[in-house]
């Protein structure tokens, strides 16, 4: 009987110590899982010390842009906490009392290769103050509060926070909606695909800079500033150097007659996927010597036409690669009307030339000299510039 009593109190201690460890293991377990245990704070201070890398990062490469930055203006990071604010999407309109303004967004856009566009329905979820107090939410195409009504005359600032994928006055139907807005303030990051300030005459002040994320999702820019005479500096060189997606420039700064401003060397560099420059510059009052290097970049073009036409204020010879560097071009037509622009050789490398209307290339020329055109042999190109020059004297036409 002794013996079995042991036994007893023995297993009791056995099932009271396993309890206990039980209980030791739960504590443990808690301390290193739980909500503040080991391990979630563990997980909370690599993320911490991962989210201060990428700020150190990104703190790293505005200091990058500073430097880089000739003239004291540069990309800002709108990723970092201090910089948040240029998210906001900024204009200024300028009305009388009872006026009305209508943000010009719009459905979709419509497929035209000739353009470089292609079809895209555009989404929108964002809130609009329209600087005078009145803040609503814009969730459609056709929301009716994309329209407002000012009782005082004034100058009003309008910021846009959210999604806006197109902003186009080019298809906004009331022409006097255009002459109200005034100044671009801010880009903002609205996750825009396509912009255009089309017709926009009042349009002041200089083309101020995106910041980092604000054309990270840009398609289209066509049209962008087209007859915007009232804008006033120079092209920053940094425009689109983070619109990598852009696919086509036609009619950027066409009729942007108040720019005083060279065209920078590097301002399509990292704009690969652009297939259509058609008029990018046409009518405009840039200045200086075409750069040499201006399109070396964008090997998908296929539409140049009319690109320097009527650029009074250009000057110099016109490269001889200028547009070799793409095998896609299509429309090579009256590039330089127009202008005071001299050429004597010009290389071709696209084989598939078939628009190529520019007797403009002698305009210029010496009474004594000779137009050298280099062109692939046995191909599109070569039929269409023979056809198109066939009675010119003074062109000489090699096959490479």
Known sequence: MKKHKQSGITLISLVITIIVLLILAGISIAMITGQNGILTN?????????????????????????SESTDGNYIKNDDLPENNYLKDFVTEWTVDANDQIILPIYEKEEENYERGEKETYFNYDFTVDYGDGTVVEVTSFDDEDRIHTYKEAGTYTVKIKGLCEGWSFEHLDNVENREKITKLVQWGVIGAKHYDF????????????????SFNEVESFRLLFYKCGKLTGKIPSNLFKYATKVRTMA?????TTGLTSTIPEDLFINCKEVTNFRF??????????IPENIFKENTKVNNFQGCFRECYN?????????FSY????ENLSV????TNI???EIYINSPIIDYFEDNSFLSNLQPDEMLTIYVPSNSLTLQTIQNSMQYEERVKIVEI
Request: charged residues 30%; proline residues 3%.
């Open 251 to 255: 009619n950027v700064f066409n009729y």
């Open 326 to 329: 793409s095998n896609f071009v």
């Open 342 to 344: 001299h050429t004597n």
């Open 314 to 322: 250009l000057k110099g010879d016109l490269p001889k690669y200028i």
């Open 198 to 213: 089309a017709g926009c005459v009042n349009l002041e002040g200089e083309i101020v800079l995106p910041s980092r994320n």
């Open 42 to 66: 563990a997980q909370k201070a690599a993320e911490e010390t991962k989210r201060a890398e990428e700020l150190e990062k990104e703190s790293l490469e505005e200091l990058e842009e500073i």
């Open 335 to 338: 590039t330089i009307q127009l």
């Open 280 to 289: 990018v510059f046409a009518g405009s009052s840039v200045s200086g010597e």
